[in-house]
């Protein structure tokens, strides 16, 4: 079955720097990649995704990228504020969403 | 359009006893999916079900658990005799159709607590 990893598990930066979290994936067939952003006590909110015929995808602060080849996608906060500390989840979608560990995002300001 | 609607939010059961987790998903979509989370880790899957169909359920515990997606109201996540290890966060979320690559919304849990 599909299995996903994520890199790092926790992330500290300075408000205005950037955020970058790291996933691979274990099967080649899966084609939709959605990130999650979940705030304590909450459900996970859909943030911004990307499906395979795309290498990247840009939605203001907020970029994604994909290397099918390689089997790796990406994360990219620029211009970070308090308010996107939360914990983040990559996934992969073939039948199911199967995600990541997750990554404990923390922006000092 | 309201979101994935799930309750209770907060759910205390005694060893024992059964819990009963409800969501309703959101207008027009039939497909529903059921995650558990538990403190400081990850989702996992549990079940995948369609209306009055369970398309995959390998996450689910051999015992004890089980769902289900009527062909009307919500979907029922059913946890038997629960044991302390059952407590954790339930998470439901729901697409709009079939596919590899349909947006997937989440609810905003069910805690439940096993005392």
């Known amino acids: 079955g599909e299995n996903v990893e994520q890199h790092p598990s926790t992330l500290s930066v300075q408000e205005g720097d950037s955020a970058v979290i790291k996933c691979t994936y274990s099967d080649s067939a899966s084609n939709y990649f959605p990130w999650y952003k979940q705030e304590l006590g909450k459900g996970p909110q859909l943030i911004i995704d990307?499906?395979?015929?795309?290498g990247e995808k840009k939605d203001q602060r907020i970029a994604v990228t994909l290397n099918k080849t390689a089997k790796h996608f990406s994360l990219h906060i620029t211009e970070t504020q308090p308010e996107d500390s939360a914990v983040y989840f990559c996934a992969a979608y073939y039948d199911k969403v199967i995600f990541g560990p997750g990554t404990s995002l923390s922006v000092i300001p | 359009n309201a979101g994935v609607m799930q309750n209770p939010r907060h759910l205390v059961r005694r060893r024992g006893q059964e819990a009963r987790l409800r969501c309703s998903p959101m207008?027009?979509?039939?497909?529903v999916y059921w995650y558990r989370q538990l403190p400081e880790e990850g989702l996992k899957f549990m079940v995948y079900l369609q209306k009055e169909n369970i398309i995959d359920e390998s996450g689910m515990p051999k015992e004890r658990f089980s769902a289900e997606f009527p062909k009307e109201g919500p979907s029922i996540l059913r946890i038997q005799q629960v044991v302390r290890g059952d407590s954790a966060a339930y998470f439901c979320a729901s697409s709009p159709r079939e596919g590899t690559n349909t947006e997937a919304f989440f609810g905003q849990g069910t805690r439940l607590t096993v005392v």
């Open positions: 207008k027009g979509h039939s497909h």
């Open positions: 990307i499906r395979s015929n795309v």
